[in-house]
């Protein structure tokens, strides 16, 4: 079998230059004679991958110089502990906008070391939209406001950010992180597992402005502390060497075709051919309010669990697999992050057509 148009919400599609370029460095990177994954991360060789990565990372995204880039691991759900354990300075006190499974796994845990008030919520109507905000709601003396941009599993996003004023902005940005452009200044920190849109799964990026970083919470475990990785240049222990590799391959691909605003465009074309389709599908229908749709996650369904039973396996047979939708949601989501081409999205179209003709 060849490849396969994967729609997978997360591990997700790497670019396939990414990958080839990988397995001819695999065995031998650039006459060092080793493996990335057998080097020693002190050694110059990858301290200059690293270097390359962060970078290449910081010229993407605009990162200003007064924003440390990390590479963690954990996951970005370690960061729902993290945030709280560094940021929890003054008040003790934080907002949240629960816009999903993931913002109320922040909030629970962010619940833990302090006091969580949340601002608004879309649960009524299962995470289908994002909730207008009142902002007289938003604490003033809060120690941060916590949003969920890209929902993954439901596939909403923001158009636009609250205005927090001095209160530091934090952003998950796993599923949008380099898919359209994020003015980095607004916020106080953001933070992305990489495994959606950055590269595999193992590495953890957190961009954090850095009058954030210094004191933590008592209690807090070393690994937990973002002072610890800044001061070490996220060497403070051995870094997920290889997944920052393959990041630092897949910005160059960014780069290479155009950078951030370049991919903005394309997704905003592979978001619409897919959208028009289902608008216009006397079959098929997206699940959320079209003034919040995601550019990357598009949740869909028909009217029978029988149909999307069926659609799924003929699409997996056809060579579109993943686009099973998420337990909490049902019917089919199909992921088209910055590795989806245009064509994989026009022929999965072309397909959901002809299944529309032959199933009426
Ligand atoms: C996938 C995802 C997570 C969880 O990431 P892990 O790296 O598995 O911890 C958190 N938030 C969002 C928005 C996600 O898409």
């Given at each position: 079998m060849g490849r396969v148009y994967n729609f997978s919400a997360g591990p997700s599609m790497l670019p396939e230059a990414v990958l080839e370029k990988a397995a001819k460095q695999m065995i031998d990177y650039e006459g060092c004679g080793m493996s990335v994954m057998e080097?020693?991360?002190?050694s110059a060789d990858y301290e200059a991958i690293i270097g390359r990565a962060e970078s290449l990372l910081r010229e993407l995204m605009n990162i200003p110089d007064n924003y440390k880039v990390l590479f963690l691991q954990g996951g970005a759900s370690s960061q729902f502990a993290m945030i709280p354990l560094n940021?929890?300075?003054?008040?003790?006190k934080a907002d949240f906008v629960i816009t999903g499974q993931w913002s109320k796994k922040a909030a629970s845990e962010a619940a833990k070391y302090g006091s969580v008030n949340?601002?608004?919520?879309?649960?009524?109507?299962?995470?289908?939209y994002i909730p207008k905000l009142d902002?007289?709601?938003?604490?003033?003396?809060?120690?941060f406001f916590h949003i969920?941009?890209?929902?993954?599993?439901?596939g909403t996003r923001y158009t636009t950010l609250p205005d927090t004023g001095d209160v530091p902005l934090v952003a998950?940005?796993?599923?949008?992180?380099?898919s359209e452009p994020i003015?980095?200044?607004?916020?106080g920190l953001l933070y992305a597992g990489?495994?959606?849109?950055?590269?595999?799964?193992?590495v953890t990026v957190v961009i954090i402005?850095?009058?954030?970083?210094g004191s933590v919470l008592e209690g807090t475990p070393t690994m937990f502390d973002y002072k610890i990785h800044a001061d070490n240049d996220?060497?403070?222990?051995?870094?997920?060497t290889y997944a920052i590799y393959m990041c630092m391959l897949v910005f160059e691909w960014l780069k290479e075709l155009g950078g951030i605003d370049a991919m903005y465009k394309i997704n905003q074309e592979k978001a619409k051919i897919l959208y028009d389709y289902l608008d216009s599908s006397s079959m098929f229908r997206g699940t959320v309010e079209k003034e919040d749709r995601s550019l990357m996650n598009v949740p869909f369904v028909t009217d029978s669990d029988e149909l999307n039973a069926k659609f799924i396996k003929e699409a997996k047979a056809r060579g579109?697999?993943?686009l099973k939708g998420h337990r909490s949601v049902g019917g089919m989501r199909a992921?088209?992050?910055?590795?989806?081409?245009?064509e994989g999205v026009k022929a999965l179209v072309e397909f959901m057509k002809e299944f529309e003709e032959n199933n009426k």
């Open positions: 080097m020693s991360h002190r940021l929890f300075k003054k008040s003790k949340k601002i608004a919520s879309s649960e009524d109507k299962i995470f289908s902002a007289s709601k938003f604490d003033k003396d809060a120690d969920t941009y890209n929902n993954t599993i439901y998950d940005i796993s599923s949008i992180a380099l003015d980095v200044s607004k916020f990489a495994q959606k849109n950055m590269g595999p799964a193992g402005r850095e009058d954030l970083i996220s060497m403070y222990n051995t870094p997920p579109f697999v993943n992921s088209i992050y910055n590795a989806m081409p245009v």
